[in-house]
């Protein structure tokens, strides 16, 4: 069974930036993609960023594009998500998603298992 444990999350002012991690077992981390969702307050979860099996190729939603970067380490079964120019409609609860098949990509609307989730708030 797989397990997902995001920590990182945190308090930060505008500007400000946060490295999430995500620790997987339970599965060949290396087949498969992963990728980070958020959820703020009173709204349903969103796409945030994605990442093939191999590292090789990512994706990000518009509202990230140049801010954060989605990285992984296949030895530590690990994915990263590198937060830098913060701002308050950051703030949500960040989960990450690991694809539920081998060499399947993570999209927006995802079959996935997910993490309990890391609550980030970035204050103005």
């Known amino acids: 069974q797989v397990q997902l444990v995001e920590s990182g999350g945190g308090l930060v002012q505008t500007g400000g930036s946060l490295r999430l991690s995500c620790a997987a077992s339970?599965?060949?981390?290396?087949?498969?993609?992963m990728g980070w969702f958020r959820q703020a307050p009173g709204k349903e979860r969103v796409f945030v960023a994605a990442?093939?099996?191999?590292?090789?190729?990512?994706v990000y939603a518009d509202s990230v594009k140049g801010r954060f970067t989605i990285s992984r380490d296949n030895a530590k079964n690990t994915v990263f998500l590198q937060m830098n120019s913060l701002k308050p409609e950051d703030t949500a609860v960040y989960y990450c998603?690991?694809?539920?098949?081998?060499?399947?990509?993570?999209?927006?609307?995802?079959?996935?298992?997910w993490g309990q989730g890391t609550q980030v708030t970035v204050s103005s």
């Open positions: 998603a690991m694809a539920r098949g081998r060499f399947v990509p993570v999209t927006e609307n995802p079959n996935a298992d």
């Open positions: 339970g599965r060949t981390f290396s087949n498969y993609a």
């Open positions: 990442i093939t099996w191999t590292g090789g190729s990512t």
